[in-house]
């Protein structure tokens, strides 16, 4: 296999090619052959580490995320479901709405219910803005460059 050499100037494969019998136009093709098949045969550069890296941490932020979100609906979906549970007892039998809401536990009802209420708020509130993407962390800006007054 012929190899160009750029540090030797004697080195011409051209003439080389010429010098053992191939005519002009076959030196010509076989050196364009070689070039492009050299060109094919490179393979392509690795992925450096780093990328690796930094794509599989965010495969796991986002798998963590999503089973998070996960969890936070079913969540709200129980505080809602107690939450309506108070409010129909309220509305079909008002006067038990100061019992406690199960004989083990002696948290009056209502009280129950404006926890599942707050609850089921805040977590449908989190779990909206993780579907439109807004944080709820401030945004730092990096401060402006000091301007000197001459």
Known sequence: ??????N???YRPYDTLKAIGFTKDEAK???ENIEQAADVQLPPEPKKAPDIELKFRAQKS???RSQLKKILLI?????????IYVI????????????????WLPIRM???????FIT?????TVVTMWNTKRSMRPKYRDPEPNHQLS
């Open 8 to 10: 030797d100037e004697n």
């Open 1 to 6: 296999m012929l190899v160009r050499e750029e």
């Open 62 to 64: 986002a798998m963590r």
């Open 120 to 124: 089921s708020f805040i977590i449908i």
């Open 29 to 31: 093709g076989l050196l």
């Open 110 to 116: 209502d009280y129950v219910g404006e926890g599942a």
């Open 88 to 103: 129909t007892i309220q509305a079909l039998h008002p006067e038990w709405i100061y019992s406690p809401f199960a004989t």
């Open 75 to 83: 969540a709200w979906g129980y505080a809602f479901a107690v939450w």
